[in-house]
C-alpha cells in the first residue's frame, strides 16, 4: 500500500543519513513509538478497505473488490445473507442491477484493534429518505472476515428535530479524536451504558452526561430532560428489559457498542448499535441505529 511504501521510504532515509553524519548524534524512535506507528497504519489501511468494500459493491456492484479484500470463508450475520464472498457478490449485482443510482454515503468510521465499524446513509433510489445503517467488520491477515450489520429506516421527520448522521457538539467535524483519548472514553462510555441500560438506573445520565448533549435517535427529545424523559418512559414500558453489549469499538473521542436488546422475556429482541461522543469527560452527542432481529435468517450466525 502507499502509505506502508512511504513508512519504508522514510525508515531508509532515517537508516542512510545516520550513516552519513557521523557528527550528529541521532536518537532511534523507540520500540513503543514504531509500536503505535504501525497500528496506526493497520487502522488506517482496515478503514479504507472497510469503505472501499462497501462504496464497490453496492454503489457500483463491484466484485473484483470483494475478490481483492474479502476472505473466502467469509461470515455473514446479516440475516438476508448466506456466508461467503459469492453471496456478497451476487448480492451487489442484483442490488447494482435494480438500484444503479444508490449511494452509500459515509458519515463516520472508527476503528479498534481488528474491528472497523461504519456509520452511514443508504439511499438506494434518489430523493428518498433512506436508511441509516452500521456497519461492523472484523479484518484477519488483512483482509475481511466478518460482518455485522444493523438497518433502521429514517424517518421524515424526528422528535428532536435533529437528523440521524450529521455532528452537533463542537468541534463539528466526522473524524474521531486524538488516540491516546481512546482508552479512557472507552471506559467511561462502557460504564455509562452498564449503569443506565443494563441496570436502568437513570442518575447516570446526570453522572456522565454533559450539559451540551445532542440526540439523534429520532424518538427522542433533545437534550439532557430528553433522554431522562425519553430512556424513563422506555423503562416504565418494557421493565423487564434487559440489554447485553456484544462489542466495544471505540476511537479517540467515538465510542460503539453493539447490543442486545430484549424487551421482554421470550422476544426476539433488537440488534442495536449506539454510538457516542465524548468531550472533556462528559458524554455529549449519541447516535443509533435499531433492527428488529427476524424470525428466519439466511445464516446460521444470529445478529450478534
Same mark, same amino acid.
Given at each position: 500500500?502507499?502509505?506502508?511504501?512511504?513508512?519504508?521510504?522514510?525508515?531508509?532515509?532515517?537508516?542512510?543519513?545516520?550513516?552519513?553524519?557521523?557528527?550528529?548524534?541521532?536518537?532511534?524512535?523507540?520500540?513503543?513509538?514504531?509500536?503505535?506507528?504501525?497500528?496506526?497504519?493497520?487502522?488506517?489501511?482496515?478503514?479504507?478497505?472497510?469503505?472501499?468494500?462497501?462504496?464497490?459493491?453496492?454503489?457500483?456492484?463491484?466484485?473484483?473488490?470483494?475478490?481483492?479484500?474479502?476472505?473466502?470463508?467469509?461470515?455473514?450475520?446479516?440475516?438476508?445473507?448466506?456466508?461467503?464472498?459469492?453471496?456478497?457478490? #451476487?448480492?451487489?449485482?442484483?442490488?447494482?442491477?435494480?438500484?444503479?443510482?444508490?449511494?452509500?454515503?459515509?458519515?463516520?468510521?472508527?476503528?479498534?484493534?481488528?474491528?472497523?465499524?461504519?456509520?452511514?446513509?443508504?439511499?438506494?433510489?434518489?430523493?428518498?429518505?433512506? #436508511?441509516?445503517?452500521?456497519?461492523?467488520?472484523?479484518?484477519?491477515?488483512?483482509?475481511?472476515?466478518?460482518?455485522?450489520?444493523?438497518?433502521?429506516?429514517?424517518?421524515?421527520?424526528?422528535?428532536?428535530?435533529?437528523?440521524?448522521?450529521?455532528?452537533?457538539?463542537?468541534?463539528?467535524?466526522?473524524?474521531?479524536?486524538?488516540?491516546?483519548?481512546?482508552?479512557?472514553?472507552?471506559?467511561?462510555?462502557?460504564?455509562?451504558?452498564?449503569?443506565?441500560?443494563?441496570?436502568?438506573?437513570?442518575?447516570?445520565?446526570?453522572?456522565?452526561?454533559?450539559?451540551?448533549?445532542?440526540?439523534?435517535?429520532?424518538?427522542?427529545?433533545? !437534550?439532557?430532560?430528553?433522554?431522562?424523559?425519553?430512556?424513563?418512559?422506555?423503562?416504565?414500558?418494557?421493565?423487564?428489559?434487559?440489554?447485553?453489549?456484544?462489542?466495544?469499538?471505540?476511537? !479517540?473521542?467515538?465510542?460503539?457498542?453493539?447490543?442486545?436488546?430484549?424487551?421482554?422475556?421470550?422476544?426476539?429482541?433488537?440488534?442495536?448499535?449506539?454510538?457516542?461522543?465524548?468531550?472533556?469527560?462528559?458524554?455529549?452527542?449519541?447516535?443509533?441505529?435499531?433492527?428488529?432481529?427476524?424470525?428466519?435468517?439466511? #445464516?446460521?450466525?444470529?445478529?450478534?
Amino acid at each position: 500500500m502507499v502509505v506502508l511504501a512511504l513508512a519504508r521510504k522514510t525508515v531508509a532515509a532515517a537508516l542512510v543519513a545516520a550513516t552519513l553524519t557521523a557528527t550528529v548524534t541521532v536518537v532511534p524512535a523507540s520500540a513503543a513509538t514504531v509500536s503505535t506507528q504501525q497500528a496506526g497504519f493497520r487502522l488506517g489501511y482496515r478503514k479504507t478497505v472497510a469503505v472501499q468494500v462497501l462504496k464497490g459493491v453496492f454503489e457500483r456492484g463491484d466484485t473484483a473488490v470483494v475478490d481483492r479484500f474479502v476472505r473466502p470463508d467469509y461470515i455473514q450475520h446479516n440475516p438476508l445473507a448466506p456466508d461467503g464472498t459469492a453471496a456478497l457478490k #451476487n448480492l451487489g449485482t442484483a442490488l447494482h442491477r435494480q438500484f444503479p443510482d444508490a449511494e452509500y454515503g459515509i458519515k463516520r468510521v472508527i476503528a479498534e484493534g481488528d474491528l472497523v465499524l461504519v456509520h452511514s446513509h443508504v439511499v438506494l433510489t434518489p430523493g428518498t429518505p433512506g #436508511n441509516a445503517v452500521f456497519d461492523i467488520f472484523r479484518f484477519q491477515d488483512g483482509k475481511i472476515a466478518e460482518h455485522w450489520d444493523t438497518v433502521q429506516n429514517v424517518p421524515a421527520t424526528t422528535v428532536n428535530g435533529n437528523d440521524m448522521f450529521s455532528t452537533l457538539s463542537s468541534p463539528r467535524t466526522t473524524q474521531p479524536g486524538p488516540g491516546w483519548l481512546t482508552t479512557r472514553n472507552k471506559e467511561l462510555v462502557t460504564a455509562y451504558v452498564d449503569r443506565l441500560l443494563v441496570r436502568k438506573d437513570l442518575s447516570a445520565i446526570d453522572t456522565y452526561v454533559g450539559p451540551e448533549y445532542h440526540q439523534h435517535n429520532p424518538t427522542i427529545a433533545d !437534550g439532557v430532560a430528553g433522554a431522562k424523559a425519553g430512556l424513563g418512559a422506555y423503562f416504565a414500558q418494557f421493565p423487564q428489559l434487559k440489554v447485553t453489549s456484544k462489542r466495544v469499538i471505540a476511537e !479517540g473521542d467515538l465510542v460503539a457498542i453493539h447490543s442486545h436488546y430484549v424487551n421482554a422475556p421470550g422476544d426476539r429482541g433488537q440488534a442495536v448499535v449506539d454510538l457516542f461522543r465524548v468531550r472533556d469527560g462528559r458524554i455529549v452527542e449519541h447516535w443509533d441505529v435499531i433492527q428488529d432481529v427476524p424470525p428466519t435468517s439466511a #445464516n446460521n450466525n444470529t445478529m450478534f
